[in-house]
């Protein structure tokens, strides 16, 4: 809303009402045109605002045994990811993809994502893949147990007792 008047006595009302500018007559062509610019910048700067910014649920890896095709991998579909030096090994539910990328990089990535935990040095894991907790060893659902390290474990510890459904009597 802008306020063309040729009386000042009108500015508090303008400034009342949120009025996104005032034009006091006379005014020149300049100043309408610095106005107008001010309501696009500012219809698109709520435009940009409105919409929320989309997570992308896939992602896409050059594959070592195929390239140089580019592969899909689903989010929901990682199980973990192994570092194989400068490769990591992607395991999904259907498939096991080496890239070259380091546990960092896609670690960096997978932050994003509330689901990954990182258990060792060499491994992110995706919680709801894990079948069974043993003291310190998981079992994924695809079978790999591994070690949670030592750097991780008060971590991992706090993720299990979230989600640990204790009873009133203990075993």
């Given at each position: 809303m802008v306020f063309t008047t040729a009386h000042t006595k009108y500015a508090y009302d303008a400034f009342k009402a949120d009025a996104d500018d005032y034009l006091l007559k006379p005014y020149s062509l300049g100043q309408f045109l610095i106005c107008i610019n001010k309501l696009f910048q500012k219809q698109e700067l709520q435009k940009t605002e409105?919409?929320?910014?989309?997570?992308?649920?896939?992602?896409?890896?050059?594959?070592?045994?195929?390239?140089?095709?580019?592969?899909?991998i689903s989010y929901s579909d990682i199980l973990m990811v192994e570092s194989k030096r400068n490769y990591i090994l992607i395991y999904t539910k259907n498939k096991q993809v080496l890239t070259y990328m380091s546990l960092t990089e896609i670690s960096s990535i997978l932050q994003e994502h509330s689901d990954f935990i990182q258990l060792q040095r060499g491994f992110i894991i995706k919680k709801d893949a894990i079948e069974s907790v043993d003291g310190h060893s998981v079992k994924m659902v695809n079978g790999i147990e591994l070690i949670v390290g030592e750097h991780y474990r008060k971590e991992f510890a706090t993720f299990i007792a979230d989600k640990w459904l204790r009873t009133g009597k203990t075993n």
């Open positions: 409105e919409k929320p910014k989309e997570k992308a649920d896939f992602f896409f890896v050059k594959s070592r045994e195929e390239s140089p095709k580019l592969v899909k």
